[in-house]
């Protein structure tokens, strides 16, 4: 039980352990938890985003997850304001807010702040975006390194999304995005209460086997079976565009496209590639790395808990790694 307003944040690549450890950690501090994973806030994709039971939501209070239908519309600055709302409601019902997830960007506007767009610049905002996805992605790489030299420092030149975000924040302030983010940027989780940021970190070469045993795991409880349902229910679209990894591959099976073999290669591929991106971008992050060797779980929750507490009398390695 924790008599400070703290606030713990668990980050990291996919299939590390997140909600495990976070799970344990809130029924120890009276917490309640709060999805920072992009791919938990759609009901009915479940068993491919392998989100926690129900059985355990309804044990320990978890928010933002099963909030959206497909094609819901939650963009970062939504996501900001309600984690700041949960954070305060928490405290007042005396618990402890555990963020957790891997979406490196939504944690990363919770440390640092965000800002907001002006609501009279939002049918702009919305003419600039459909310019901007019109334009190949050299052209504006291109186009950010003459008007933001200085974030195009920490963006790849293939990173088509941020860097399509910049600009647009350029065009809509007039302003680059880099200065805009050393201003304030609205409140941040440690104007509320003290912020401890652990980014759990695994040995490569046992992440990786296990993201391909969780997919065929996915696979075998049903997973091609939840793909067809949100076909028959009008959700392919959202599948093939927007969905997380996995989901569109199976669709193409459904639709004949493809073999669930040459899906499921796929699938633990792109697995792979995103866990690696999570890696570099986890490495730019302010948290404190905590290495869980096999086994290891329960050491990780006593070192946490006791951090949290003002004890640290367990030992664990707490350095960054390297990861292909």
């Not at 996919?14 to 791919?39: F, H, M, P, Y």
């Not at 819901?72 to 005396?94: A, C, K, M, P, Y």
């Not at 079976?225 to 927007?242: D, H, I, P, S, T």
Request: proline share 4%; with cysteine; net charge positive.
């Amino acid at each position: 039980m924790l008599e400070e307003r703290k606030i713990l944040i668990i980050g990291g690549p996919t299939g590390v352990g997140k909600s495990s450890l976070s799970l344990t950690l809130a029924r120890q501090l009276r917490g309640e938890i709060i999805s920072a994973d992009s791919r938990q806030f759609y009901r009915g994709l479940d068993i491919g985003t392998d989100k926690v039971p129900v059985s355990q939501r309804k044990e320990i209070p978890h928010h933002l997850v099963d909030c959206l239908v497909p094609g819901e519309s939650f963009d970062i600055s939504q996501f900001h304001g309600r984690v700041i709302t949960l954070v305060e409601e928490i405290f007042g019902r005396g618990r402890c807010p555990i963020i957790v997830g891997g979406s490196g960007l939504y944690l990363r506007c919770l440390w640092r702040g965000l800002f907001s767009i002006p609501a009279e610049k939002k049918t702009l905002q919305v003419k600039i975006r459909s310019e901007l996805e019109s334009k190949p992605t050299a052209w504006l790489w291109a186009k950010l390194k003459e008007v933001d030299p200085r974030i195009c420092l920490r963006l790849h030149c293939r990173d088509r999304r941020r860097i399509r975000r910049a600009l647009e924040v350029y065009l809509l302030t007039g302003k680059p995005m880099s200065r805009l983010q050393q201003e304030n940027m609205g409140p941040v989780l440690s104007q509320i209460g003290k912020t401890y940021y652990f980014i759990i970190d695994r040995p490569r070469g046992w992440l990786y086997a296990h993201l391909i045993e969780r997919v065929e795991t996915m696979l075998k409880n049903g997973w091609l079976e939840e793909v067809a349902r949100l076909q028959q229910a009008g959700y392919a679209n959202f599948l093939r565009e927007k969905a997380p990894i996995g989901y569109a591959q199976l669709l193409e099976v459904l639709e004949g496209k493809a073999t669930l073999e040459k899906a499921a290669l796929e699938i633990k591929r792109k697995t792979k590639q995103l866990a690696r991106r999570q890696y570099c971008w986890f490495r730019k992050e302010p948290g404190q790395w905590l290495m869980v060797e096999p086994g290891q779980e329960n050491s990780a929750v006593l070192f946490i808990k006791d951090y949290l507490l003002g004890r640290g009398n367990h030992m664990l390695s707490t350095s960054k790694t390297d990861h292909d």
